[in-house]
């Protein structure tokens, strides 16, 4: 063989191991193209059923843009199928047993029921492992964030805490709690995000739902609560997230969390399809609330529409759901629910993301008949190859380079490591402890209820609340 011919031949087989994960030298990585901003926008318990119906009508136009211009298709969960869970799982690669989120609540060890919270994560997250490879995270109101920890850029709880008398499994921002913010200096500025939005929630619930019945069984004062529930928690972390958007310098990976589709979702389902259940709801309800839920997806529409125009021009974006939902007809206080995984939302597009050769046409879509894309498992790793850090290899998914643009290169990666996680990690987690009377006191509790974050004294509805809560 001719001596050039080999070192050709040599040289092109170096290259073929430097374009698979694992067989990557530095140099090949620099070379690569360099990652640009990506944001991902979780929207908790968006049903693909309910989607497929509403692009029909053309009703959701913004995910259609992201539909269209990338790659869609349904995303894999896992059970037992609980957000906290789940959403730690997409923010880390890990298994529940792995994470440490294991459910909403743990027992301690003297038989105490004790609200699981950021402290409990027992591995780095996707925003831990970015700010050690100096990249900008901006993490607004995913799950098990509170209390909040050092991130290089910054952190917006969703915060859950104990009080004596109550507590708050499905979080938002609470005004007069500490460590909702990271760095502490913003805390102030962004909690005074909680008070703009209460004053314009009636406003914003009747553009939404236009004018909703006033309630006049305690069944409807508790479902009119979930919806100011979701209006508020949701208009408070989109409101922070267009103003991250908004600075200079931007960030590198952002995460921003909606939970109203899921809250509506478990209250509203059987008005929506009075038809499946026996005995059907009563009439009345059905035409006061049939139209809750789709006027929700409409809003959470709008609002990711607010966040692609807002962003920079070269983010991508990943749009997801933990899990969809399915109607079930033997819990007396949810007509819908999640307990059998039913496959989540799965969205992509951008400059890094691959396109299809043509537009698909999005009506008549069958949504028994949308392909599964990936796992929940796999978005970590993928988020992470988007920016070319090295896999762990204790991550139990994997990077989706189908996913990618090909003139990205995705396949050029460094060097996967056995695993992110370090003892001096875990030591720092035992510091992050919320204090235990957050919200114990009676003038904050005064405030919440007012602000309809939490229940009035009534023992049923606190307790219907901490189930409700509690998914
Ligand atoms: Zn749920």
């Not at 530095?26 to 318990?45: C, E, F, K, N, W």
């Not at 890990?94 to 294991?102: F, L, N, S």
């Not at 921003?256 to 979702?265: E, I, S």
């Not at 006191?441 to 229940?455: A, C, N, T, W």
Request: include cysteine.
């Amino acid at each position: 063989m001719p001596r050039s011919f080999r070192r050709r031949a040599l040289l092109m087989f170096g290259l073929t191991l430097a374009c698979l994960p694992g067989g990557c030298d530095s140099s090949r990585v620099a070379d690569a193209p360099p990652p640009t901003p990506l944001i991902v926008i979780g929207l908790d318990g968006l049903e693909w059923s309910v989607v497929v119906e509403m692009l029909d009508k053309d009703h959701l136009p913004n995910l259609a843009r992201v539909m269209r211009a990338g790659t869609f298709g349904k995303l894999e969960t896992i059970r037992p199928t609980s957000s906290p869970i789940i959403w730690t799982t997409i923010a880390t690669g890990k298994r529940g047993e792995e994470h440490g989120i294991t459910d909403f609540t743990r027992t301690s060890d003297d038989g105490e029921t004790i609200l699981l919270t950021n402290a409990d994560r027992q591995t780095k997250a996707l925003w831990n492992i970015l700010s050690e490879f100096d990249r900008r995270v901006a993490i607004v109101g995913w799950w098990m964030t509170y209390p909040v920890e050092p991130v290089n850029g910054i952190m917006v709880a969703q915060t859950n805490t104990d009080s004596d008398e109550r507590r708050l499994f499905k979080g938002t921002l609470v005004e007069g709690v500490p460590d909702q913010v990271y760095p502490p200096e913003r805390q102030e500025e962004i909690l005074s995000v909680v008070g703009d939005v209460a004053k314009r929630a009636e406003r914003l619930k009747r553009r939404i739902f236009g004018r909703l019945p006033k309630a006049r069984v305690n069944a409807d004062r508790v479902a009119l609560r979930k919806i100011d529930w979701a209006v508020r928690a949701d208009a408070v972390y989109h409101s922070t997230a267009l103003r991250l958007l908004d600075e200079q310098p931007g960030y590198d990976l952002s995460m921003f969390y909606f939970g109203g589709a899921d809250v509506l979702g478990h209250r509203f389902w059987n008005y929506m399809y009075p038809q499946l259940y026996d005995p059907r709801p009563p009439q009345q309800n059905v035409l006061m609330y049939r139209s809750v839920i789709k006027d929700y997806y409409k809003h959470l529409d709008h609002l990711v529409g607010t966040l692609l125009d807002a962003a920079p021009a070269d983010a991508s974006f990943i749009i997801i759901s933990d899990h969809g939902m399915v109607p079930v007809f033997t819990d007396t206080r949810f007509s819908a629910h999640h307990h059998e995984a039913p496959p989540g939302f799965f969205a992509c597009s951008g400059p890094v993301f691959r396109k299809p050769a043509e537009p698909p046409d999005l009506h008549g879509l069958d949504a028994e008949r949308i392909p599964l894309v990936c796992s929940v498992y796999d978005l970590a790793p993928t988020i992470l190859a988007h920016f070319r850090i090295p896999l762990g290899r204790d991550m139990a998914g994997s990077i989706q380079t189908r996913l990618f643009d090909p003139a990205y290169q995705v396949a050029i990666q460094p060097e996967p490591r056995d695993s992110h996680d370090d003892a001096a990690f875990l030591a720092e987690r035992t510091r992050l402890q919320p204090s235990a009377d957050s919200i114990a006191d009676k003038e904050r509790l005064d405030q919440l209820r007012s602000l309809g974050y939490v229940g009035d004294d009534d023992e049923e509805e606190d307790e219907d609340d901490e189930d409700d809560d509690g998914d």
